[in-house]
């Protein structure tokens, strides 16, 4: 990084116009030159505002996806729920199939 001679970095200085009145003027060197610290550090900012933006955007993402995650989190509890309800149901046909696996040694094994 180069330092400015002109100015201190910030990309201007003061100038007597031909009135004999101050008058900004724009710095040439920190404006031309690429590794000016005024550039240099006008540069980190755009990367800065990019970062953030793209910051700004992973995170609506990623809060989108995580309330989806969460519904469908729900909606399997729900689902367990509502099976372990049906599964706990006594009726007289699964009363009948109970006895007649007991009979034969208990459930079926798959093979």
Request: net charge neutral.
């Amino acid at each position: 990084m180069k330092s400015c001679p002109n100015c201190e970095n910030i990309g201007w200085y003061i100038i007597t116009n031909s009135r004999g009145e101050p008058e900004q003027e724009k710095c040439e060197f920190c404006y031309t030159e690429p590794d000016s610290v005024f550039n240099v550090v006008n540069d980190l900012n755009k990367t800065i505002s990019q970062l953030q933006e793209e910051n700004a955007r992973l995170s609506k993402i990623y809060r989108e996806e995580l309330t989806e995650l969460q519904n469908t989190h729900k909606e399997l509890n729900t689902l367990k729920s509502a099976a372990g309800i049906l599964g706990s149901v006594k009726s007289d046909r699964k009363a009948e199939s109970s006895r007649a696996n007991g009979r034969l040694g208990g459930r079926p094994k798959s093979k």
